[in-house]
C-alpha cells in the first residue's frame, strides 16, 4: 500500500499533538492513577457525570475513571490500546487463561482479579469498581439494579458498530484515550479506502466464496458469522463474498453441513482459539474432502492477535490489509510482515520478534 509508512508517521504525531502524551505501554495493571485534580475536585470526591452507554442507557459515574473491571475480552483489548491498562482493576479469569497474546502486550492483566462471565454484584462491589463493561445489555441493567456502575459497550457487531464502540470507549476514559480513538479511526478509514481502491476493479463473478469457521465458543468446524457481522464487513470490503449471506445472522453462529457444500467456498478461513480443534476437523472427515477449497489447498489459518484479528477490535486493520494479500496477492503495495510489527510496536510498545511474528500469522494463541 504506497503512503502507509508516511501516513503511520503522521498518525502517530497527530496523537501527540492532539493527547499531549506519549503512547504508553499498559504498565503496572490495577495500581489506578496518582490524585489529579478535574473541576476542583479530586479523585474520590463527589464529582459526577452521567455517561450514555452503547444501549442508550444513561449511567451516573465519576468525573475522571480510575478503576475499571471488564466483562467482555474486548473491551480489555481496547483499554489496553487506549493507552489506560494501568486503570483495569478485573478481568474475565478466561481471558488471563486463554489470550496470550493480550497478556504477553499487558502482563500486569495477570495481576488483577478474575471473574467468570456470570460474576455476581457482589463481588464486583468488593473491588469498589468506577465501571464495569460488559457486552449484555440485560446484564448491565441487572447490574446497575443491584448497585454496580456497569455500562454496555456493545450496540451492535457490524464495523460501523466497532467505531462507534471504539469512540465511546475513548470517550468514558479520558481525553487522551479519546484523542487515541479518534486517530485510530482517522487511520482505519484510511485502510478501508485504499482496500477498495485496490478490489474495485475486479469483476463481480472473479469474488471468491469465502467460508469463515469461528472456531471461537467451540470447535465445531460448523460455527461462522453472517450477516451484520464484523466478520461479513471484512468479507465484503475485501472484495470478496461471505458464503453465508443470507443464511444466517450475526455472530457464532452454527450452520449444517449442507449449507457449506451448497456454497463450495473458493477460501475456507479458520479462525479463534480453537481453530487447532477445528482444522484438523476440516481435514480429516470425509465430507469435508469434497469441497473446492479443500481440494485446492486453499485453506487460511486466521491469525490472532490481542484481539482476534477478524474479531471485534482494533486489529481489524490489519485484517483486511492482510486478507487482501491472501486473496489477491500483490493487489495492494504494502509488506505485511512489517506493517504488522509496526502496528504492535506502535500502538502497544509491543516488539514482535521474527519467530513471534509467524506464531501470530499461524493462528496461534499466544507466543512459544
Known amino acids: 500500500m504506497r503512503g502507509m509508512k508516511n501516513r503511520r508517521l503522521l498518525f502517530f504525531c497527530a496523537i501527540l499533538l492532539l493527547g499531549g502524551i506519549l503512547l504508553t505501554s499498559c504498565g503496572s495493571v490495577?495500581?489506578?492513577?496518582?490524585?489529579?485534580?478535574?473541576?476542583?475536585?479530586?479523585?474520590?470526591?463527589?464529582?459526577t457525570r452521567i455517561f450514555t452507554d452503547l444501549t442508550g442507557a444513561e449511567v451516573e459515574l465519576p468525573g475522571e475513571i480510575q478503576k475499571v473491571i471488564h466483562l467482555w475480552p474486548a473491551s480489555t483489548a481496547m483499554e489496553v490500546f487506549l493507552g489506560s491498562g494501568d486503570k483495569i482493576i478485573g478481568t474475565l479469569g478466561a481471558v488471563q487463561k486463554g489470550w496470550g497474546w493480550l497478556t504477553s502486550a499487558c502482563p500486569g492483566l495477570l495481576e488483577v482479579k478474575g471473574f467468570t462471565g456470570e460474576a455476581t454484584a457482589e463481588e464486583l462491589l468488593t473491588l469498589e469498581p468506577d465501571v464495569v463493561i460488559t457486552s449484555n445489555a440485560k446484564a448491565a441493567e441487572a447490574y446497575r439494579e443491584a448497585g454496580v456502575p456497569a455500562v454496555c459497550m456493545l450496540g451492535g457487531e457490524d464495523l460501523g458498530s466497532l467505531k462507534k464502540m471504539i469512540t465511546k470507549m475513548g470517550e468514558l476514559l479520558g481525553a487522551e484515550e479519546a484523542a487515541k480513538a479518534a486517530e485510530y479511526i482517522t487511520y482505519l478509514d484510511g485502510v478501508i479506502d485504499q482496500v477498495a481502491k485496490a478490489v474495485a476493479g475486479i469483476p463481480e463473478e472473479e469474488r471468491p466464496v469465502i467460508y469463515y469457521n469461528s472456531a471461537q465458543h467451540g470447535d465445531s468446524p460448523?460455527?461462522?458469522?453472517?450477516?451484520g457481522s464484523i466478520v461479513e464487513s471484512w468479507i465484503n470490503a475485501t472484495g470478496c463474498k461471505n458464503a453465508v449471506a443470507g443464511v444466517v445472522q450475526g455472530m457464532d453462529k452454527e450452520v449444517s453441513f449442507e449449507v457449506?457444500?451448497?456454497?463450495?467456498?473458493d477460501y475456507?478461513?479458520?479462525?479463534?482459539?480453537?481453530?487447532?480443534?477445528?482444522?484438523?476437523?476440516?481435514?480429516?472427515?470425509?465430507?469435508?474432502?469434497?469441497?473446492?477449497?479443500?481440494?485446492?489447498g486453499k485453506m487460511i489459518r486466521n491469525p490472532q492477535g490481542v484481539m482476534k484479528w477478524e474479531k471485534f477490535g482494533v486489529e481489524i486493520a490489519l485484517q483486511m490489509l492482510w486478507f487482501t494479500e491472501q486473496v489477491y496477492p500483490g493487489?495492494?503495495?504494502?509488506?505485511?510482515?512489517?506493517?504488522?510489527?509496526?502496528?504492535?510496536?506502535?500502538?502497544y510498545q509491543y516488539e514482535l520478534s521474527d519467530a513471534a511474528y509467524e506464531?501470530?500469522?499461524?493462528g496461534l494463541s499466544r507466543p512459544q
Open 331 to 347: 493487489v495492494l503495495d504494502v509488506d505485511i510482515k512489517a506493517e504488522v510489527k509496526d502496528f504492535y510496536k506502535n500502538y
Open 222 to 227: 460448523l460455527l461462522t458469522c453472517g450477516d
Open 260 to 265: 457449506v457444500a451448497a456454497a463450495d467456498p
Open 359 to 362: 506464531d501470530l500469522l499461524a
Open 30 to 47: 490495577g495500581k489506578g492513577a496518582a490524585d489529579q485534580v478535574q473541576g476542583g475536585e479530586t479523585e474520590g470526591s463527589s464529582a
Open 268 to 296: 475456507i478461513v479458520v479462525g479463534g482459539t480453537n481453530q487447532e480443534a477445528a482444522w484438523n476437523t476440516i481435514m480429516s472427515e470425509a465430507a469435508w474432502q469434497e469441497l473446492r477449497a479443500v481440494k485446492e
